[in-house]
Antibody
Framework: QVQLVESGGGVVQPGRSLRLSCTASGFKFKSYAFHWVRQTPGKGLDWVAA????????YYADSVKGRFTISRDNSKTTVYLQMDSLRTDDTAVYYCARDKNFGMLILPDYWGQGTLVTVSS | QSVLIQPPSASGTPGQRVTISCSGIPSNLEFDYVYWYRQLPGLAPELVIF???QRPSGVPDRLSGSKSGTSASLAITGLRSEDEAHYYC???????????FGGGTKVTV
């Protein structure tokens, strides 16, 4: 079965960096695109970034453009989100999600359980 | 990123029908299908409708989706206590190259 497991969350000071990982299993990893979506506790879903199946196309929300970088390592079936210059308003639960569409980048189907990132001094 | 418009809440008694709207879907998108996600308290979102009206395996036919123009709807019939959750609509906006989510609707049974 499809499994996505996020890790790397924690408490970090404003301006510092953090790297989230999402390890996948149960499907042909290299054929799927991925998304990162975040959610501030008690609020709605906020799309952060997406990466095509081949790693060529990367897309970012305006709020994180230039600060966050999405990448993948097919040999480790892992997707990463490098977060630099963190701000207090980046505090959220970060979800990794697989795109539903084989070989395309559109919208997610399976989601991980999320990892909490708290940016605070 | 702009947000699709959903009512903040909807409610019904067991067995009733509830409909959630999602408006403000941009027109002329290359891929203009709407997806719906359900998020139970404390859990990750899960896909319940894709491509406007398709149900993933395991999602009961009590849930149905529809779309017309720049609006979409999710209907839940035969309402049950386990339907209490937040529901979000989403589209891929190829003009902005990003996912647009609705603000979410909390369904109370």
């Amino acid at each position: 079965q499809v499994q996505l497991v996020e890790s790397g969350g924690g408490v970090v000071q404003p301006g510092r960096s953090l790297r989230l990982s999402c390890t996948a299993s149960g499907f042909k990893f290299k054929s799927y695109a991925f998304h990162w979506v975040r959610q501030t506790p008690g609020k709605g879903l906020d799309w952060v970034a997406a990466l095509s199946y081949d790693g060529v196309n990367k897309y970012y929300a305006d709020s994180v453009k230039g600060r966050f970088t999405i990448s993948r390592d097919n040999s480790k079936t892992t997707v990463y989100l490098q977060m630099d210059s963190l701000r207090t308003d980046d505090t959220a639960v970060y979800y990794c999600a697989r795109d539903k569409n084989f070989g395309m980048l559109i919208l997610p189907d399976y989601w991980g359980q999320g990892t909490l990132v708290t940016v605070s001094s | 990123q702009s947000v699709l418009i959903q009512p903040p809440s909807a409610s019904g008694t067991p067995g009733q029908r509830v409909t959630i709207s999602c408006s403000g879907i941009p027109s002329n998108l290359e891929f203009d299908y709407v997806y719906w996600y359900r998020q139970l308290p404390g859990l990750a979102p899960e896909l319940v409708i894709f491509r406007d009206d398709q149900r993933p395996s395991g999602v009961p036919d009590r849930l149905s989706g529809s779309k017309s123009g720049t609006s979409a709807s999710l209907a839940i019939t035969g309402l049950r206590s386990e339907d209490e959750a937040h529901y979000y609509c989403a589209v891929w906006d190829d003009r902005m190259n990003g996912v647009l989510f609705g603000g979410g609707t909390k369904v109370t049974v």
